[in-house]
């Protein structure tokens, strides 16, 4: 079979894009979107169903935290720092540790996570992270949630 040459190949591709073009048709032919107003109703939740799997899509409310760590010396380092990536609520309910298990934690966050923490941020996050009230009021009974802090944790959820 003989290859086609450039000229027949350019008006080939002329051809197939006056197709498109003629078959889409001209911009002012569509309808524009409706805009979504701010008061109107959510859309019921689109699914689609293909080979016996359906996915659904949905709405989810997520809780409003705003907290941000007590007042305290540094706690604008821990706002400044943590909060970019998790709520204090999460610091401010964990069981209480040692500084260091603090350390290893503020570590993880920064090697694992890739945390925006400078180095020089790390002292005083952990200086106010052992001195939270929910920190002293037992001795440090808590396990580090993970205790090589350069390894991410499993979330596979299996067993092996």
């Known amino acids: 079979m003989k290859t086609p040459s450039p000229g027949v190949m350019a008006a080939g591709l002329i051809g197939l894009t006056g197709i498109i073009l003629v078959s889409i048709g001209a911009p ?6 409706v805009p979504i107003s701010e008061t109107s109703e959510p859309a019921p939740a689109a699914s689609v169903s293909a080979r016996g ?4 899509s949905t709405s989810v409310d997520l809780p ?17 720092n ?30 694992v996570y890739k945390a925006p923490v400078a ?11 052992t001195a939270m009230p ?7 009974t808590g396990k580090a949630q993970d205790p090589d802090p350069k390894v991410a944790p499993d979330v596979s959820g299996g067993t092996g």
Do not use: F
């Not at 180095?119 to 992270?129: F, G, Q, R, S, T």
């Open 28 to 33: 002012s032919s569509r309808k524009a979107p």
């Open 53 to 56: 799997l359906s996915l659904a």
């Open 64 to 80: 409003v935290d705003d907290a941000t760590y007590p007042d305290g010396p540094h706690a604008d380092v821990v706002n400044a």
């Open 82 to 111: 943590c909060t970019s990536c998790h709520s204090a609520s999460m610091a401010l309910t964990q069981p209480s540790l040692s500084a260091d298990q603090w350390k290893a934690t503020v570590a993880k966050m920064r090697e």
């Open 119 to 129: 180095e020089k941020d790390v002292d005083a996050i952990v200086a106010y992270l």
């Open 134 to 140: 929910s920190q002293k009021a037992a001795p440090a």
